[in-house]
């Protein structure tokens, strides 16, 4: 089973029994270094353009929070 929600800047996946919280890599509005544009560009000496990320975006944060835990076995069973 493979879910995903996706409100705002944070996406809600259900997969593997844990719920997997991500905050995507959107431009923060509040931002007072790009006021929201994701950065800052310019264009280089060979006249090629250069972007540079800020540091709202640069942050990829992901938490796994696990549902139950993974079946243990208390017995020692062979394999065979």
């Known amino acids: 089973m493979y879910l995903t929600c996706t409100f705002g800047r944070w996406q809600f ?3 593997q029994r844990a719920i997997h919280l ?3 890599p959107k431009p923060d509005p509040a931002c007072d ?3 929201g544009h994701g950065g800052h560009g310019w264009l280089t000496a060979s006249g090629d353009p250069d972007w540079e990320d800020c540091h709202c975006i640069d942050q990829l944060r992901t938490w796994r929070l ?6 243990t076995t208390t017995s020692e069973e062979y394999p065979f």
């Not at 696990?66 to 079946?71: M, Q």
């Open 22 to 24: 991500t905050r995507t």
């Open 33 to 35: 270094a790009c006021y």
């Open 66 to 71: 696990p549902l139950w835990p993974r079946r």
């Open 13 to 15: 996946e259900l997969h």
